[in-house]
């Protein structure tokens, strides 16, 4: 498998104002492959949406190298990290993030608006991947309208649309049940697994942890591999 | 809503501005005809006072005029045609020169006169030797004097409308002087001037062969109060004239500039003012021109009065200029202020929107969206909301408009001919025959109008005001996408959670 992320002495700070700093990233080196299956764990504050950030090229480091397929995001400008996280990240949050005057059908489809698409081939491809997560029947049903659990089918769905290079799910089953939970990791899994895509989960939930492959904790900035 | 609320006043105050355009138009219609641009006449200064100086109101009557009844009052009947007072003639020269300026599409002219007729008794001065040199205070009567054998009669005031004054009965007289407006219009031009105004109600117009022939067409509302109607004759400066046509207004005025229209050269002839005119009418080829030749209207002919379009608007006194004053100022400030409201509101609430949206934005960059993606979605929608706004505007101002003529205002109009911008139009006199003082030529010249007020909003001013709210929804596009695109995405979803 090659590498898909390359993290090396990536530091993150933010100014809280009269000078003072807080460093979320400190010295973090990393590196993830191609179809791995990650979890993130970490108490809060501990810099773990920090991480997900810099992999999911929303933020560039104050310093050091984050190498995603090949290229710095670091010294990328903003049009192109838009261009990277359109082509090839996709994103599952705890709270779904659906517009919610979209349908669910729409709300997909808006994954694929800024890679150019037809909208005959945005819906084609947003219909099938709503057929894939067991949502054909609600597919013009507002979020509002759904579950949670059918709210994160469409997130996962609005993520997978793209077939992306990864995902990045953050806290993705935080609010949903037990049994909800498990449909949810069971479908991410087959998900990743069919489409070899690589899974990044941030996670208080050690029953989802312990479903992965590589297990990393992240505390006071510092990232530690789990045995 | 606020940029709907904004476009409401704005269509309401257009129209209702609208409105009183269209009133003062009207206005100026009724006192000097449809397609006429410039008016030219001259007018004298008033006189100080009724001195009875003015041998065209004179009614100069031999002393063995008439006849003696048996109590041994002469009894006469006598009617003249006269130059309506407060006016001046144009010989051919002057019209000839209107005709030869450059840009000028169409000259006409008319000659304003009044009919007086004298019907009564005076004491027989003539046998009994009685004085009447002196005049008892009080009296309505106006001054009559008798020199060597000759009765003259003075009325003091020579109303243009058609009236009948009852005379007094001092020195044992009773008699009556009837007096009516009368015009002498060109046949040769048709399409300007005091006729194009009207429509026919009866009969038929002028044609060029009614030149020369004692014809004459009658305004409909002096018809009905004299019970004149088509093939009967009416009795001009002593002449019976056929009635061939009635006409009325065609604007909101209740009549039209004269009570009796007859061709002008029989007007001239009858008047004893051979080849001269009271008012000449012109039509401009294009209307950027007017100005131009009003100018030099005012070089070819000093001593008249040039009277554009613009300038009659001016001399427009009563509630109908406090209406248009109030609209010009108080509406159009009412509706600076109210869409300068509706933006920043219209701004406001999209800015507010994008900070309300952040989780939206931020998570649609997270996808892939660039700055431009969410300016175009934010711009969008607020197009939409400002057409909404503009469709809803649209809808309140007609509703506004709609109750505003319910009520419909009535507004008066006056115009004074000697304002200083220069009038000179006749309309309908008022007074009677002897009001006299030294005020009786504005009282004879000037003309007062009541006008219902109605507010209409026209295809241009709702295309305006769909285009204001579109600009509303533009510009809080504009702000608010902009506002939108400045969102980091981390920042975005981090202040979400």
Not at chain 1, 188 to 203: M, P, Q, S, Y
Not at chain 2, 82 to 93: N, S, Y
């Amino acid at each position: 498998m090659s590498n898909l992320y390359e993290l090396s002495h990536v530091v993150k700070t933010y100014s809280k104002g009269r000078g003072e700093k807080i460093t979320a990233l400190s010295d973090v080196n990393l590196v993830i492959q191609s179809g791995e299956h990650i979890a993130i764990q970490g108490p809060t504050g501990g810099g773990k949406s920090t991480l997900l950030q810099m992999l999911g090229a929303l933020d560039r480091p104050t310093s050091g190298e984050v190498i995603f397929d090949g290229d710095d995001l670091a010294k990328k400008s903003d049009g192109s990290l838009s261009s990277v996280r359109a082509k090839s990240i996709g994103f599952v949050f705890q709270n779904y993030n659906l517009v919610p005057t979209l349908s669910a059908l729409e709300n997909v489809e808006a994954s694929l608006a800024p890679l150019g698409m037809s909208k005959k081939t945005r819906e084609s491809s947003a219909l099938e991947v709503l057929n894939a997560v067991g949502l054909s029947e609600r597919i013009h049903h507002l979020p509002a309208e759904l579950s949670g659990g059918q709210q994160q089918r469409v997130a996962i769905a609005r993520a997978m649309v793209k077939k992306p290079r990864v995902i990045l799910a953050d806290e993705p089953t935080g609010n949903l049940d037990e049994a909800t939970r498990d449909e949810i990791m069971d479908l991410l899994e087959k998900l990743r697994v069919d489409e070899g895509i690589t899974l990044i989960i941030v996670t208080h939930d050690t029953s989802v942890a312990k479903r992965v492959q590589r297990r990393l904790k992240i505390h006071n900035g510092v990232v530690t591999e789990v045995k | 809503m606020g940029l709907a609320l904004g476009v409401a006043l704005v269509l309401t105050v257009s129209a209702v501005s609208n409105g009183v355009q269209k009133s003062q138009s009207q206005v100026l219609q009724s006192l000097y005809g449809v397609g006429t641009d410039i008016s030219v006449t001259k007018v004298v200064t008033p006189d100080a006072g009724g001195d009875g100086q003015n041998n065209g109101r004179r009614f100069n009557i031999g002393g063995g005029a008439g006849q003696v009844d048996a109590n041994g009052n002469r009894v006469f009947a006598r009617s003249r045609l006269i130059l309506m007072p407060g006016t001046e003639t144009f010989d051919v020269a002057s019209v000839t020169a209107a005709k030869n300026i450059s840009g000028v599409d169409g000259v006409t002219t008319s000659l304003k006169l009044t009919s007086l007729t004298f019907n009564g008794q005076l004491p027989d001065f003539a046998n009994n030797g009685q004085s009447s040199s002196s005049s008892t205070p009080g009296m309505s009567l106006p001054p009559i004097a008798a020199p060597s054998g000759t009765d003259v009669v003075t009325p003091n005031s020579i109303p243009s409308g058609g009236r009948k004054g009852n005379g007094g009965g001092g020195f044992g007289s009773n008699f009556s002087i009837d007096t009516f407006s009368v015009m002498g219009v060109d046949l040769s031009v048709s399409g300007v001037g005091p006729l194009s105004s009207t429509t026919l109600t009866s009969g038929r117009v002028f044609t060029q062969a009614d030149s020369g022939t004692q014809v004459a067409v009658l305004d409909s509302t002096y018809a009905t109060s004299k019970t004149l109607a088509i093939n009967g004759t009416v009795s001009i400066g002593g002449k019976d004239f056929k009635i061939v046509g009635i006409l009325a207004s065609s604007t909101s005025e209740a009549e039209t500039a004269s009570n009796v229209y007859i061709p002008l050269d029989q007007a001239q002839s009858l008047s004893t003012n051979p080849d001269v005119v009271s008012n000449i009418y012109v039509k401009a080829k294009s209307s950027s021109g007017i100005n131009q030749i009003a100018t030099d209207l005012k070089a070819a002919l000093p001593d008249a009065t040039v009277s554009t379009t613009a300038d009659l608007a001016s001399t427009i006194s009563g509630s109908l200029s406090t209406a248009s004053n109030l609209i010009d100022n108080l509406g159009r400030w009412l509706s600076i202020i109210a869409l300068t409201i509706a933006f920043l509101i219209a701004i406001l609430f999209t800015t507010s929107g994008v900070t309300r949206r952040t989780r939206e934005f931020g998570t649609l960059k997270a996808l892939g969206w660039k700055s431009r993606h969410i300016v175009r979605q934010v711009a969008a929608e607020s197009v939409v909301h400002g057409v909404l706004g503009g469709l809803i505007g649209v809808s309140l101002g007609f509703a506004s408009v709609k109750v505003f003529n319910a009520f419909a205002p009535t507004v008066q109009a006056s115009t004074s001919p000697f304002a200083a911008a220069g009038g000179g139009f006749a309309g309908r006199g008022g007074g009677g025959p002897f009001g006299g003082g030294g005020g009786r030529f504005a009282s004879a010249l000037g003309s007062t109008v009541n006008i219902a007020l109605k507010a209409s909003a026209t295809p241009g001013i709702i295309a305006s005001a769909i285009a204001l709210a579109l600009l509303g929804g533009i510009l809080a596009g504009v702000f608010g996408g902009l506002r939108a695109a400045r969102l980091r995405p981390a920042e975005a979803l981090r202040s979400v959670a």
